[in-house]
T-cell receptor, first 111, second 113 residues
Framework: GENVEQHPSTLSVQEGDSAVIKCTYS??????FPWYKQELGKGPQLIID???NVGEKKDQRIAVTLNKTAKHFSLHITETQPEDSAVYFC??????????WGAGTKLIIKP | DAGITQSPRHKVTETGTPVTLRCHQT?????MYWYRQDPGHGLRLIHY???????DKGEVSDGYSVSRSKTEDFLLTLESATSSQTSVYFC????????????FGPGTRLTVL
């Protein structure tokens, strides 16, 4: 079945700098890759997603890139702000149409 | 925010007791999910439902059962709680499966002593 690995587990960046979180997946048939943000004490919330027929997608300061050949996808956050501090999860849709999740990355924005 | 509530929000119970967690939605979404969240494991699917009385197992279903008698309610039952089931439980909903956005509830923190 699908397996998703996420790195790093913790990422600390200076406010204003960029942050990159990477995920790899195992099932070459997977074709949907969302990213969720979880703030303290809340449930995860979708921030961006990408389908396998697209290599990159942007939404203001966030972007996701997908490399199907290497089976990895990445979340890029530019001009980081204090409100970006949270835990970020990647996921991949498996052959049963369910999401398999990465272990999460705690992003810390230093003032 | 999607209309999803979970109850209770916090519960402490003892090993061997039955526990039922409730998820209630006001969005009329077809799909409902129960996940558990543990450090280092992200979110793991326990069970999901694709309609009233239609449910299926996820990757960590052992020790859990579910029921969905109404569109808006999805119950998760631990028949005999164990300490390994101490976790934060999230309910989620979506209109369809697969590529559709999942909306999450606020979570239930369960401690089994």
């Amino acid at each position: 079945g699908e397996n998703v690995e996420q790195h790093p587990s913790t990422l600390s960046v200076q406010e204003g700098d960029s942050a990159v979180i990477k995920c790899t997946y195992s099932d070459s048939a997977s074709n949907y890759f969302p990213w969720y943000k979880q703030e303290l004490g809340k449930g995860p919330q979708l921030i961006i997603d990408i389908r396998s027929n697209v290599g990159e997608k942007k939404d203001q300061r966030i972007a996701v890139t997908l490399n199907k050949t290497a089976k990895h996808f990445s979340l890029h956050i530019t001009e980081t702000q204090p409100e970006d501090s949270a835990v970020y999860f990647c996921a991949a849709k498996d052959s049963n149409y369910q999401l398999i999740w990465g272990a999460g990355t705690k992003l810390i924005i230093k003032p | 925010d999607a209309g999803i509530t979970q109850s209770p929000r916090h519960k402490v119970t003892e090993t061997g007791t039955p526990v039922t967690l409730r998820c209630h939605q006001t969005e009329n979404h077809r799909y409902m999910y129960w996940y558990r969240q543990d450090p280092g494991h992200g979110l793991r699917l326990i069970h999901y439902s694709y309609g009233v009385k239609d449910t299926d197992k996820g990757e960590v279903s052992d020790g859990y059962s579910v029921s969905r008698s109404k569109t808006e309610d999805f119950l998760l039952t631990l028949e005999s709680a164990t300490s390994s089931q101490t976790s934060v439980y999230f309910c989620a909903i979506s209109e369809t499966s697969g590529t559709d956005t999942q909306y999450f509830g606020p979570g239930t923190r369960l401690t089994v002593l």
